[in-house]
Each structure stands twice: as C-alpha cells, then as structure tokens.
C-alpha cells in the first residue's frame, strides 16, 4: 500500500484561518480558453455551529489539494478540550482522482454502512488509533471523514457522529442530524481542592531545603481550566536545577493534565498517597512532575527538573513530595 495516503498525514499544523482551496478539475475546457479550474470547499462541509457543537475549534486549518501526490484539499479541526490528548478532526474532498487510485490497495476495516443517505466504507490505516470513513460521490470524486486521538474507539465514534453532518453538505445526503451540543466545560470546582491556594502547600522553610526561594508566586491558568498553580524560583542560576512548581487541579482528573495520559513509571506511595511519576526528556521541556489523584474529578500536580544531569531530574520533585503531602488538607 502507497505509504503517506492517510488523511490525517496531509498536515499537522492547525487552526489556520481560511478555508477555500481551489483544484483542477475535469471539467472541459472552452475552445481558445485556459483549463477549466472547480473550486471544492472542504471547510465548508461542517458549518461553524457544527464545528462547535462537535467540539472542535474553528475555523478550519485548509490543505491544498496535490493532485500529482494523490493528495485531495483538506481541512483540519482540532478538540476544543485542552485538558487531555488532542483530538484531530480531517475532512477531504478529491475531484481529480478515484478512491481507488488514492487507497491502492488498503484493507476494508468495516463493511459500507449509511450514515447521512450516503454509504461510508472504512479503511485500515498505519497511523494508529485513526478512523478514517470513505464515500464515492464520482467516478473521480469522493470525500473522507477522519478523526485521530489516543483511542481508537473513541475515534471511530467521533468519526461516526460527524460524517452524517458532513453528508447534509453533500449531493444525495439527509439533512443535517440534530447535535447535541458537546461540552468541554469541566465539572465545577468542588471538595477539598476548591478555594485552596497552592503557595500553601510548601512553606518558607521548606522552600529553602529544596534550594529554591522562600516565597512563591501564584498564577491561574490559562490553559487547564479552574486549576491554578505556584512557582518558587531556583537559586542556582540558569543551570542546574528548575523552579518549583504546584499545580490545583479542583476540576482537573489525575489522568487529564497535559502529558500525564501515558502510564507512569512508577508510583510513590507517600504517607498513604499515591503519586505517579513521570520523568520527561523530550523536546525543550525536560521536567519531572508528580501527580496525585484527590478525588476522580481533582487532583494536585508538581513539576520540576535539573537542566545537565538527567540523574538528578526527578530530585526536586520526590525531595517536594513528603512536603506538599503534610501540607495538604485531609
């Protein structure tokens, strides 16, 4: 099978305004007259209401279609919920070329099904956790339906939701299904978190025992909603050890803090509680964080690191558990 016709592998920046992409189609030309150019929409086969209420961001980061790649235009959505795994949402639309030329040979993961008036066939993918649903509006024309994230179920459920939508903008498709309208709002702050400011959880003294300043600076987030969080500086300069960092989660899962979605490598059990570790050296981040689940719905993070030695990169944190521990509230 031709390596690089999953949908999703079309692109991977997203969010990027504009959504009109303009491909050669086949229709004829006029005598004297340059090719004859259609115009195809990908963004426009969800609306920005439907977008919203499917749980994407809008509007749409468009892909101009390839053709001598076999690559039709595109248009990419992603999760409005930034608390765990992103999840992509990629609708494509060819006129130049046929299902089969684009495929070659892919496995059928599931039988043709109706969704929206229109049959929809799965094919498999090397990508994985992908769910990808097919349907042929042409000799040379069809449209894809693909959403990627961590599971594979959820992303085939996702796929399933949205193709009938997409198909209300297609020749031959039922009207638009009602949406319930999803909600990536957490649940309110609530129990022992909510209210709690997390420069209390290490004290001035304590502070200095793990070499950073004695008083911390407390910022809410802006990312993971409802949680907020305290930095103490390092004292070592630009080298060597991070800041100190606590995070409150009082709406935020254990399991649903960025890069936390991925087995620990171990647990610490500290007084009775139980931390995951999660030492990271990818990329620019180097960082070490700890995460306690409080209750199924909060949950308290701690994160640092040591810049040169990656021995010492999870130090600061097991160091900073027995302290934040005592210092929470039962």
């Known amino acids: 099978m031709r390596t690089g016709w999953l949908p999703v592998a079309v692109g991977t ?35 920005d209401d439907q977008v919203d209420a499917l749980g994407f961001k809008g509007p749409g980061k468009a892909e101009k279609a390839r053709p001598e790649q076999l690559s039709p235009a595109a248009c990419l959505w992603s999760s409005k919920d930034d608390s765990g795994p992103t999840v992509i949402l990629n609708i494509g639309w060819s006129v130049d070329f046929s299902l089969d030329d684009y495929l070659q040979g892919a496995v059928v993961k599931a039988p043709p099904a109706d969704y929206g008036g229109l049959k929809w066939t799965r094919y498999g993918s090397f990508i994985p956790d992908e769910c990808a649903l097919y349907t042929t509006l042409g000799e ?6 693909s959403v990627s994230s961590n599971d594979e179920t959820k992303s085939c459920d996702a796929a399933k939701t949205v193709t009938p939508v997409v198909a209300s903008h297609l020749p031959g498709g039922s009207p638009a299904p009602s949406i319930t309208p999803s909600s990536s709002a957490p649940p309110a702050p609530s129990g022992p978190l909510a209210g709690l400011d997390p420069c209390t959880l290490l004290k001035a003294d304590q502070a200095t025992q793990l070499k950073v300043e004695p008083q911390g600076t407390r910022t809410q987030s802006t990312t993971t909603p409802n949680a907020s969080y305290c930095l103490w500086k390092d004292t070592d300069g630009d080298s060597g050890q991070k800041p100190f960092e606590v995070w409150l989660g009082p709406s935020t899962a254990a399991t649903k803090w960025p890069y936390t979605d991925l087995p620990p490598t171990e647990t610490k059990d500290v007084s009775g509680k139980k931390w995951a570790l999660f030492p990271n050296l990818s990329g620019d981040r180097v960082t070490c964080e700890a995460v306690l689940a409080v209750t199924d719905t909060s949950s308290v993070k701690i994160v640092s690191g040591y810049l040169g030695d990656e021995n010492k990169l999870c130090d600061a944190v097991q160091a900073g558990l027995p302290l934040v521990t005592a210092n929470l509230p039962s």
């Open 13 to 47: 920046a997203l969010l990027l305004a504009g959504c009109t992409v303009e491909v050669t189609g086949s229709a004829a030309p006029v005598h004297g007259q340059a090719a004859v150019r259609k115009v195809v929409q990908p963004c426009t086969l969800l609306s």
């Open 140 to 145: 040379k024309s069809f449209v894809y339906v």
